[in-house]
């Protein structure tokens, strides 16, 4: 009797009420140590961010947050809802359907016994709840690492382009583009490059830009002339706006979407992991997804360099200076530069979830289980997600980064954020000013509150603003700064005028 005691001692998994405090007290000690850890890890980062003045890396880090806090309230709910998922009982002939594995396991706890004597068994094992809780976290590891690693390739490979950016300033550059110069456009550099005669057959052009998006990728004579489209649509002749800078700020403001997740994401998601059962062969075609959307995304946008060829080629065919390109929504698929932001998000949060997937069926299940039982199905995984990360991060990247800028409309971080600051600023204080005069003048006048109002010159002496200022015979443009995600230009007015602000004209100061 005393040996029956003694094994069944020995059996049964101890609780907290035979657990010493000491040992309880510790573990929850150093988790909680190494969770303010973290939390202050990523509040040091937000400062650092704000600091230097990245409001879109802090808007990244937010939404990484906000992903964090999401996958954790999954885990909290599966925690409680363990039994209570356990307890839903369904007939064995549906268990038994779309099996990553051929083989089953038996379990002996309490709910899932009760489901066995009714002749069914468990929706979800309490075994299977803690299982799927390693792939959350590990889920949301990879994903935040995965979309770091890719945007740094895409950023070390965008390097370069600063040295091309300061080739515009010299006296070579802008004696080589002379307005009053005459060209062909067949003789330009760019027209060299994209006016073949493939370009102007659909069968042939398609091809061609496949092969295309791999080398050069983004070539030097493609970004500078992408670079003056852009600026003689949204500037003056001449001017020498920062394109480099103003695109890093846009690619870092992306990071902050492609970081988060979406429902749409989520959806696709749960997809990839029902067609994990055996009877799909899904690493037969799963994995090549993401690999097939990343280079129709490159084709399409290396496709879409040729098409503005084409469309300059067809309006003249005698340039003045640079070759100029138009921009405009009307190359991008059904007129939205904006959804192949999306894509490239579905492309890198698919790729991860793939990588996260098969880390944990290696950590939870062994590097030869039932998920992975022929060397094919890894060969190809791991592959395709290393093959994935690598073309999007220093091939696709950097090539989505400058072509979707040659939309109709420019996105107000087209601004820096000293200049954005200051102009809401000017406005707070205008409409201040307006509010005054309503106190003593039933009818106020909208200039005269501005004459009063602090210049454009004088908002602030801790930035400089450097707006280049075309001639005094030509008209000066007119931006429309709103709180939406655009900036649309306007024809220029004969009123000179630096810009206008929600109804507030930002006027020229002597």
């Not at 469309?311 to 698929?333: C, E, I, M, Q, Y």
């Not at 492309?347 to 944990?360: K, V």
């Not at 190809?380 to 400058?402: D, E, K, N, S």
Request: charged share 20%; glycine share 6%; proline share 3%.
């Amino acid at each position: 009797m005393a040996g029956d005691e003694e094994t069944t001692t020995t059996t049964t998994a101890a609780t907290l009420e035979t657990t010493s405090t000491w040992a309880v007290a510790s573990v929850c000690f150093i988790l909680i140590a190494l969770s303010i850890l973290i939390e202050h890890a990523l509040h040091l980062l937000a400062k650092y961010f704000n600091k230097k003045r990245r409001r879109s890396l802090i808007h990244a880090l937010n939404n990484v947050k906000s992903e964090l806090m999401l996958l954790g309230f999954v885990s909290l709910l599966l925690t409680v809802c363990q039994k209570y998922i356990a307890k839903i009982c369904i007939p064995r002939s549906v268990g038994e359907t779309f099996l990553p594995c051929k083989t089953l396991t038996e379990s002996d706890s309490e709910e899932e016994t009760k489901c066995e004597e009714q002749g069914k068994m468990s929706l979800l094992s309490t075994q299977g709840v803690e299982e799927l809780q390693y792939l959350i976290f590990v889920l949301a590891f990879f994903h935040s690492l995965y979309c770091v690693l890719t945007f740094g390739l895409g950023m070390a490979k965008m390097k370069k382009w600063e040295s091309w950016e300061a080739e515009t300033r010299t006296l070579e550059y802008q004696f080589t583009n002379d307005p009053r110069r005459f060209t062909l456009i067949h003789q330009t550099s760019f027209g060299k490059q994209h006016l073949r005669y493939w370009s102007e057959h659909r069968i042939l052009r398609w091809p061609v830009c496949f092969i295309q998006q791999f080398y050069p990728s983004v070539s030097k004579v493609d970004y500078l002339t992408l670079r003056h489209g852009f600026i003689m649509a949204h500037f003056a002749e001449g001017s020498n706006y920062d394109f480099q800078k103003y695109i890093k700020r846009a690619l870092e403001k992306d990071f902050g979407v492609v970081v988060g997740g979406s429902f749409w994401v989520w959806s696709f998601s749960m997809l990839f992991v029902f067609f994990n059962a055996q009877v799909f062969y899904n690493y037969l075609w799963l994995p090549f997804i993401p690999l097939v959307m990343l280079l129709l995304v490159g084709t399409k946008l290396q496709g879409i360099i040729t098409k503005m060829c084409l469309d300059s080629h067809d309006k003249a065919l005698v340039v003045r200076g640079t070759l100029l390109v138009r921009p405009s929504d009307h190359f991008f698929w059904f007129g939205k530069p904006e959804l192949l932001l999306h894509l490239m998000h579905f492309i890198l949060f698919q790729n991860s979830f793939q990588l996260a997937f098969f880390t944990w069926t290696w950590y939870k299940f062994g590097f030869r289980s039932c998920f992975h039982d022929t060397t094919e199905d890894i060969v190809i995984r791991l592959v395709m997600g290393v093959l994935v990360q690598l073309l999007c991060g220093y091939v696709t990247l950097p090539l989505y980064a400058l072509v979707t800028q040659m939309g109709t409309s420019m996105r107000t971080i087209v601004f820096t954020e000293g200049v954005v600051e200051g102009l809401n600023r000017w406005r707070r204080k205008a409409k201040k000013n307006i509010a005054r005069r309503n106190n003593h003048s039933a009818r106020p006048s909208l200039d005269a509150s501005l004459d009063n109002s602090p210049s454009f010159n004088t908002l602030d002496t801790s930035f400089s603003v450097d707006l280049d200022q075309p001639s005094s015979d030509a008209g000066y443009l007119t931006v429309e700064i709103s709180d939406e995600e655009t900036v649309a230009t306007k024809q220029p007015e004969p009123r000179q005028k630096l810009g206008c602000f929600e109804g507030f004209d930002l006027r020229k100061t002597s």
